[in-house]
T-cell receptor, first 110, second 116 residues
């Protein structure tokens, strides 16, 4: 089976940097994805890591270490609009079934 | 359409009634997914369709839940004899499956189901 663990909540101040961790247990591995969801909104894709290392997309970066079954999402220069839930997700082996973590709720304070 | 469309946006029903939720994926997307999200919780996988292959129904919580996808496009999720624990937001997503493992999923706004 597959399971993903991430912290339930993180609080940070505007302008700061925050890291959201995700550890996973999978029978196979096709990369780690991150999605953002604002309250009442639809999840939207943020980033994907198929190989070890850092992927950067503007203020957001994502890191993967396959040997440690671990990844993180890094948000820089935090803005109030970054207050949202962030989900890590992995694909099931051999198909497109996707398992999501329970989500990390980020609160950005002024 | 430009994005994934779900209808209705809200559905209130009485316990024991059947409901149908509809999803229109992005044109050309070969994969379609259904998820359930309870208040403040993560996304629970229900089922996915990929092209003409048999759907992966491994996430359906009981035989009261079923889904079909007609003509490789529109999908309907049916919940029979609804129970109060079925109350949740039901999200649909679609993706353009390619040789790439990235498989970005595009989500609809969801249907909020309330079972009284």
């Amino acid at each position: 089976g597959q399971s993903l663990e991430q912290p339930s909540e993180v609080t940070a101040v505007e302008g700061a940097i925050v890291q959201i961790n995700c550890t996973y247990q999978t029978s196979g591995f096709y990369g780690l994805s991150w999605y953002q969801q604002h309250d009442g909104g639809a999840p939207t894709f943020l980033s994907y890591n198929g190989l070890d290392g850092l992927e950067e997309t503007g203020r957001f970066s994502s890191f993967l270490s396959r040997s440690d079954s671990y990844g993180y999402l890094l948000l820089q220069e935090l803005q109030m609009k970054d207050s949202a839930s962030y989900f890590c997700a992995v694909r099931d082996q051999g198909g497109f079934k996707t398992i999501f973590g329970a989500g990390t709720r980020l609160f950005v304070k002024a | 359409g430009a994005g994934v469309s779900q209808s209705p946006s809200n559905k209130v029903t009485e316990k024991g009634k059947d409901v149908e939720l509809r999803c229109d994926p992005i044109s050309g997307h070969t994969a379609l997914y259904w998820y359930r999200q309870s208040l403040g919780q993560g996304l629970e996988f229900l089922i996915y369709f990929q092209g003409n292959s048999a759907p992966d129904k491994s996430g359906l919580p009981s035989d009261r839940f079923s889904a079909e996808r007609t003509g490789g496009s529109v999908s309907t999720l049916t919940i029979q004899r609804t129970q109060q624990e079925d109350s949740a937001v039901y999200l649909c997503a679609s993706s353009l499956t390619t040789a790439s493992a990235k498989n970005i999923q595009y989500f609809g706004a969801g249907t909020r189901l309330s079972v009284l």
